[in-house]
């Protein structure tokens, strides 16, 4: 859908912010809860009208925030590292990386920016990555989050480029009126407007990138039929319990986590002022003691402290249990120390499910992401490739002894090229590959031509061929 007319891009503009008002307050709400800005009431926590500074000094204490580890447990296992074209003649894809993984991935620096994309997505269900014909590079990539941009699609589960799209680029205010400037997103441009909620949207640029399609991909927490959450947002109850749990485990360690002394019986002396003077110096060093045959003394008890740290731990396994994340990422102990290999990926065979699921979604899109720059550049081919594939590393934690151990036998016992088992090796990145390639190929060379001018098994070197003579014998 183009906008063309004034009335097109207010009404654009006006379906577009709507949409942006009844998603920002989830949006919102996530964000504090996963960058712990949230206290009190908000976080889990009740506080009294007239708690005193202490009080609301043990609440801000008492935030013991893990959802910030369910997304990075997740997205540290997510990493492109090669994109691979279709082969010749609509064949397998091939083992090196596509022309557009030197000329648009490497220059707009996705190797570290990718991480963006996936952190929002989980996080809120859904980010967003433009794509335009760039300036440095033959095209550039932005990773952009659901806070910040907006997308209409015409059929949200099914469709792969968006109807219209709004980024937001700063809001101010002026004579107390918020004035937004944003970036209206069609399929032949890109529009800068600035509005208010009271006057006309004033436009203050138009650029043409011409690419067929709205320049916007989506990349999802994964992919359904409606809008997924992402992993914060279900977790949320869980987490105000766990302040909660936390706060009343403050409260007990302040005040009852030692022994409290108790007498009675006692006349209370006063000074000249009528004030009582305290009858004892408490301290752990010293004896308590009266001369009244009245006298008795005795203790409180300590709280148990173990009922709040059993508690917490309970949440920290349910939260473990429902974001499919090991146990051992959130506790210490408690029953998953001292255990075998084999039990440590039972244990992690959830979460490696996960992440495969999560590299299925992202993978589309990023393949989806990388065909527009081709687009954006000028490149047919790379835009018409829908067989290609992104590479994700392996991160998988295996030892390197095992893992050699078992490519070996892959090797030798089904006769596999040891070249395509590279890939599988942990920590090998691609430029790794390459390079042993490089090496490989260079070795061989070495190795021909040495065959060659010695006359190796094999070779046809300078005494090939000829028949052998008596020394001093002429040849």
Same mark, same amino acid.
């Given at each position: 859908?183009?906008?063309?007319?004034?009335?097109?891009?207010?009404?654009?503009?006006?379906?577009?912010?709507?949409?942006?008002?009844? +998603?920002?307050?989830?949006?919102?709400?996530?964000?504090?809860?996963?960058?712990?800005?949230?206290? $009190?009431?908000?976080?889990?926590?009740?506080?009294?009208?007239?708690?005193?500074?202490?009080?609301?000094?043990?609440?801000?204490?008492?935030?013991?925030?893990?959802?910030?580890?369910?997304?990075?447990?997740?997205?540290?296992?997510?990493?492109?590292?090669?994109?691979? @074209?279709?082969?010749?003649?609509?064949?397998?894809?091939?083992?090196? %990386?596509?022309?557009?993984?030197?000329?648009?991935?490497?220059?707009?620096?996705?190797?570290?920016? *990718?991480?963006?994309?996936?952190r929002d997505a989980i996080s809120y269900g859904v980010s967003y990555a433009l794509v335009l014909p760039g300036d440095t590079a033959p095209a550039?990539?932005?990773?952009?989050?659901?806070?910040?941009?907006?997308?209409?699609?015409?059929?949200?589960? %099914?469709?792969?480029?968006?109807?219209?799209?709004?980024?937001?680029?700063?809001?101010?205010?002026?004579?107390?009126?918020?004035?937004?400037?944003?970036?209206?997103?069609?399929?032949?441009?890109?529009?800068?407007?600035?509005?208010?909620? *009271?006057?006309?949207?004033?436009?203050?640029?138009?650029?043409?990138?011409?690419?067929?399609?709205?320049?916007?991909?989506?990349?999802?927490?994964?992919?359904?039929?409606?809008?997924?959450? &992402?992993?914060?947002?279900?977790?949320? @109850?869980?987490?105000? *319990?766990? %302040?909660?749990?936390?706060?009343?485990?403050?409260?007990?360690?302040?005040?009852?986590?030692?022994?409290?002394?108790?007498?009675? &019986?006692?006349?209370?002396?006063?000074?000249?002022?009528?004030?009582?003077?305290?009858?004892?110096?408490?301290?752990?060093?010293?004896?308590?003691?009266?001369?009244?045959?009245?006298?008795?003394? $005795?203790?409180? /008890?300590?709280?148990?402290?173990?009922?709040?740290? %059993?508690?917490?731990?309970?949440?920290?396994? =349910?939260?473990?249990?429902?974001?499919?994340?090991?146990?051992?990422?959130?506790?210490? $102990?408690?029953?998953?120390?001292?255990?075998?290999?084999?039990?440590?990926?039972?244990? /992690?065979? &959830? =979460?490696?499910?996960?992440?495969?699921?999560?590299?299925?979604?992202?993978? +589309?899109?990023?393949?989806?992401?990388?065909?527009?720059?081709?687009?954006?550049?000028?490149?047919?081919?790379?835009?018409?490739?829908?067989?290609?594939?992104?590479?994700?590393?392996?991160?998988? @934690?295996?030892?390197?002894?095992?893992?050699?151990?078992?490519?070996?036998?892959?090797?030798?016992?089904? &006769?596999? @090229?040891? +070249?395509?088992?590279?890939?599988?090796?942990?920590?090998?990145?691609?430029?790794?590959?390459?390079? !042993?390639?490089?090496?490989?190929? +260079?070795?061989?060379?070495?190795?021909?031509?040495?065959?060659?001018?010695?006359?190796?098994?094999?070779?046809?070197?300078?005494? !090939?061929?000829r028949e052998p003579t008596l020394a001093g014998t002429p040849g």
């Amino acid at each position: 859908m183009a906008l063309e007319t004034a009335d097109q891009i207010k009404q654009a503009l006006e379906v577009l912010r709507n949409t942006r008002s009844r +998603e920002q307050s989830r949006l919102e709400r996530i964000a504090r809860f996963l960058h712990d800005s949230v206290t $009190g009431a908000v976080a889990g926590v009740y506080v009294p009208r007239r708690a005193t500074r202490e009080y609301r000094l043990l609440v801000d204490q008492s935030r013991f925030n893990v959802l910030d580890l369910v997304v990075t447990a997740v997205a540290q296992n997510l990493y492109v590292d090669g994109f691979r @074209p279709t082969g010749p003649g609509g064949r397998a894809p091939t083992s090196d %990386n596509a022309p557009i993984w030197d000329a648009v991935w490497q220059p707009n620096r996705m190797d570290a920016r *990718q991480s963006a994309i996936y952190r929002d997505a989980i996080s809120y269900g859904v980010s967003y990555a433009l794509v335009l014909p760039g300036d440095t590079a033959p095209a550039a990539i932005t990773p952009l989050s659901a806070r910040r941009l907006t997308a209409l699609y015409a059929d949200p589960a %099914n469709d792969e480029w968006p109807e219209l799209a709004m980024e937001v680029d700063h809001i101010r205010t002026v004579e107390r009126r918020k004035v937004m400037t944003v970036r209206l997103y069609d399929e032949a441009s890109v529009i800068t407007v600035e509005s208010d909620d *009271q006057l006309a949207p004033r436009v203050l640029s138009v650029e043409q990138h011409d690419l067929g399609v709205v320049p916007i991909v989506r990349f999802r927490d994964r992919y359904g039929m409606g809008v997924s959450p &992402g992993k914060v947002e279900p977790l949320i @109850p869980v987490q105000q *319990q766990i %302040n909660q749990t936390t706060f009343g485990l403050a409260m007990a360690l302040q005040y009852s986590a030692f022994r409290q002394r108790w007498a009675t &019986g006692m006349e209370i002396q006063e000074d000249e002022n009528g004030n009582p003077i305290e009858p004892f110096n408490v301290a752990a060093d010293q004896m308590l003691q009266s001369d009244s045959p009245n006298t008795k003394f $005795g203790t409180f /008890e300590q709280s148990d402290l173990s009922s709040y740290l %059993n508690a917490r731990d309970k949440q920290l396994l =349910h939260i473990a249990s429902v974001a499919q994340i090991p146990p051992h990422n959130l506790l210490v $102990g408690a029953g998953v120390s001292n255990i075998s290999a084999e039990a440590l990926a039972a244990l /992690e065979a &959830g =979460h490696r499910q996960d992440i495969a699921e999560h590299q299925v979604s992202f993978g +589309e899109s990023l393949e989806q992401t990388l065909r527009l720059a081709g687009l954006a550049m000028g490149d047919r081919a790379a835009w018409e490739d829908m067989s290609a594939q992104v590479v994700w590393r392996d991160t998988t @934690p295996r030892s390197l002894g095992q893992v050699a151990d078992a490519l070996g036998k892959l090797a030798q016992m089904l &006769g596999l @090229p040891v +070249e395509i088992l590279w890939e599988r090796l942990p920590g090998f990145t691609q430029q790794d590959i390459d390079r !042993a390639r490089q090496l490989v190929q +260079e070795r061989d060379a070495i190795s021909a031509l040495d065959r060659l001018v010695n006359g190796a098994p094999g070779g046809q070197g300078a005494g !090939a061929g000829r028949e052998p003579t008596l020394a001093g014998t002429p040849g």
